[in-house]
């Protein structure tokens, strides 16, 4: 998969956090980047564009993070969520693996934790 071809949803209430996620991921040449600011938002985005990572905060208005997973992995059981959020209790962390998620990173997160993330994806799909 070229980083040019790549479509990436990010899902947060904080503008701030999205504007984080988005300057850790355009260095990668990736400018297909939808955003959300709440969990209902990223559902409706996901169905229009099906993304192929998205990026996801617990702690959303209108849809948990936990609702928001479930119902993008009834759209997509293969979808590649990466959950980014403060909450991050061991039960809510195994939760999110238990409804689909693929990685769990805790907020605040390291620009390198992203570029991590996205280099094993782009480099994985080759």
Same mark, same amino acid.
């Given at each position: 998969m070229r980083a040019e071809d790549v479509t990436i949803l990010i899902g947060d209430n904080s503008v701030l956090a999205r =504007?984080?996620? =988005?300057?850790?991921?355009?260095?990668?040449g990736?400018?297909?980047?939808?955003?959300? *600011?709440? +969990?209902? #938002? *990223?559902v409706e985005l996901y169905k229009e564009h099906v993304p192929d990572i998205v990026f996801l905060s617990l702690l959303m208005p209108e849809k948990d993070g936990a609702t928001t997973i &479930? #119902?993008?992995m009834e759209i997509n059981p293969n979808a590649d969520i990466i959950v980014v959020s403060s909450m991050g209790t061991q039960s809510q962390i195994k939760q999110t693996f238990q409804? +689909? *998620?693929k990685e769990f990173i805790? =907020?605040?997160?390291? &620009?390198?934790?992203?570029?991590?993330?996205?280099r094993s994806r782009? #480099? +994985? &799909?080759v």
């Open positions: =504007k984080q996620l =988005k300057d850790a991921i355009v260095p990668f990736i400018s297909r980047i939808l955003d959300a *600011a709440d +969990g209902q #938002e *990223a &479930s #119902e993008i409804l +689909g *998620a805790q =907020k605040p997160f390291h &620009s390198q934790q992203i570029t991590d993330i996205l782009l #480099e +994985g &799909s």
